[in-house]
């Protein structure tokens, strides 16, 4: 273990975003690379806005991707508690001690007030920036007005000078003092400012690395200024690019999914989300593009993140789920698929779920598309109607499904291994050659028949996954519809 603490700290006031999980995977994987600890923190102070449900379903995500958290709320830790809305006596304190060493004051200008001195900066071209009219109150002043029953909320006095710090990814950045006006650590309401309390607490819980997003970056001058007052080393602080839609909008709704739940929904798998998120903005050494956790863990280098905006591509990540899919044990396949599976009314017997899943892993993008392969298993559909229909009636497929239907009768069980229905297939189409009926006038009359349809899985799956009642009963009615069309009369 090296002191390297990195955290990720959302806000419990939705479900987790992808963004916020690329925030975390940063974190998580500068903590592995760096052989430090991640640490989650609940930053739950927006009482209206936050919900334990929202809190739970982070916790649930993080744990569904990967990204366990050595401290936080769930697992506990040394520099407990991890959920900010705990923290109160912490912030309090930390409150007392800036006004003790005059780094803050009480303010007692209402809102109203504030807001017409704002406008009337405005109007003047000026910047609004609170003008300190409380910041010479004496101690005995503060104290009557107090007495007397009028609320205080309590200000950061911002020292002057330039605030510079060397961000891991953006390289120097500058903030010039006087663009920042003394800004309100407690509120009148007795809530602590988020600038406030996410100091408080990288300092507390010894926090050495902050990697967030960009739109934080301003914040960081608010920030920096604390530790300062504080007496308290500042973190690195790296600010990654925000996620973009392709059409360079923000991430939202109307271009799909855009939460983990949502995606976990879809059937994206865990290690091709993080696969994704890294390629997103970090460049590896080589031109690989696939990437296990393990392997990230191993190779994630903060330094190799671009500060370019990161644009959302779901080509890349349907790409990636792909080749995990494919990567699968079919038996595990199938357990992934089943709920999917379910939802669309199709179960499968225990023997045949493998064959299914292996028949139909080659197809898939996510694991929601398993229905609209897996149906040909299921499904009693009638070869007739169905677009290879055609394909039924040549001149030698009624030859050819009697015989199917005699050999397919000497299956030795209802279902056979891919290996047996490899053999029993071979069989058949040996037989039908030694009738003179060869090549496509066997393959595809048979697809039809035992599939109705004219594509999909590979036919010795077919045979492996459909059991033979099916496989009978389906070529039963093939052959009765090409009869009709051998002879017209019937
Ligand atoms: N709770 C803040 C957010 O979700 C944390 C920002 C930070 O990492 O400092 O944006």
């Known amino acids: 273990m090296t002191d390297v603490r990195v955290r990720f700290a959302p806000s419990p006031t939705g479900s987790l975003h992808i963004g916020s999980a690329r925030t975390a995977l940063y974190n998580f994987l500068y903590a592995r690379h760096n052989k430090g600890t991640m640490v989650l923190r ?47 006596d912490i912030y309090e304190a930390a409150v007392q001690k800036l006004l003790a060493d005059g780094a803050a004051y009480p303010c007692f200008c209402p ?4 807001e017409q001195k704002n406008e009337a900066l405005l109007a003047a071209g000026k910047m ?14 503060v104290a009557a007005r107090l007495a007397g029953g009028e609320q205080a ?15 891991l990814i953006h390289g120097p950045i500058t903030f010039s003092s006087d663009v920042i006006g003394d800004f309100i650590i407690k509120r009148t309401d007795g809530g602590y400012s988020y600038n406030f309390a996410v100091v408080v607490d990288d300092a507390g819980m010894e926090i050495t690395d902050v990697i967030r997003g960009e739109d934080h970056i301003t914040n960081t001058a608010r920030q920096l200024m604390i530790f300062a007052a504080l007496g308290k080393p500042a973190p690195r602080f790296g600010h990654h690019s925000l996620i973009l839609a392709p059409d360079g909008s923000k991430l939202s709704k109307r271009h799909g999914a855009t939460s983990v739940a949502q995606f976990r929904g879809l059937g994206y798998l ?12 970090w460049h590896p050494q080589d031109e690989r593009e696939k990437f296990s956790l393990a392997e990230l863990m191993e190779e994630f280098e903060i330094e190799r993140v671009s500060k370019s905006p990161a644009i ?35 179960a499968f017997a225990p023997v045949q779920q493998e064959v299914v899943a292996e028949a139909i892993q080659a197809n898939l993008v996510t694991l929601s598309d398993a229905p609209q392969y897996a149906e040909v298993f299921h499904v009693d559909a009638d070869p007739a109607t169905c677009s290879g229909a055609p394909d039924l009636t040549g001149p030698q497929s009624s030859q050819l499904f009697e015989l199917a239907i005699e050999h397919f009768k ?26 003179g009926v060869k090549g496509k006038a066997v393959y595809h009359p048979l697809r039809v028949a035992l599939s109705a349809r004219g594509e999909g899985p590979e036919l010795f799956y077919l045979v492996a996954g459909l059991g033979k009642t099916k496989i009978l009963k389906r070529l039963e009615s093939a052959a009765a519809y090409a009869a009709r069309f051998a002879d017209p009369t019937l």
């Open 111 to 114: 809102q109203e007030m504030l």
């Open 312 to 346: 959302f591509d779901l080509q890349k990540l349907n790409w990636l789920n792909g080749l995990y899919i494919r990567e699968m044990a079919p038996k595990d396949l199938f357990v992934a698929v089943a709920p999917y599976l379910a939802d669309s009314g199709m």
């Open 270 to 281: 865990p290690a091709a989300i993080t696969n994704y998120l890294a390629l997103i903005s």
């Open 42 to 88: 609940i930053e739950d102070t927006d009482e209206k806005r936050s919900t334990t449900e929202h809190d739970r379903g982070i916790i649930e995500n993080l744990a569904w991707l990967g990204l366990q958290a050595d401290e936080g709320p769930d697992v506990g830790g040394p520099f407990g508690p991890y959920r900010q809305s705990e923290r109160s």
């Open 153 to 167: 909320a309590i200000r950061f006095k911002v020292p002057d000078g330039d605030v510079n710090f060397a961000d």
């Open 128 to 141: 609004p920036k609170y003008d300190r009219t409380c910041c010479s109150l004496t101690k005995d002043e």
């Open 410 to 435: 000497q299956m030795p069980a209802e279902f056979l291994p891919v290996p047996e229905a490899r053999e029993v297939l071979r069989g058949l189409v040996e037989a039908a050659k030694e009738k």
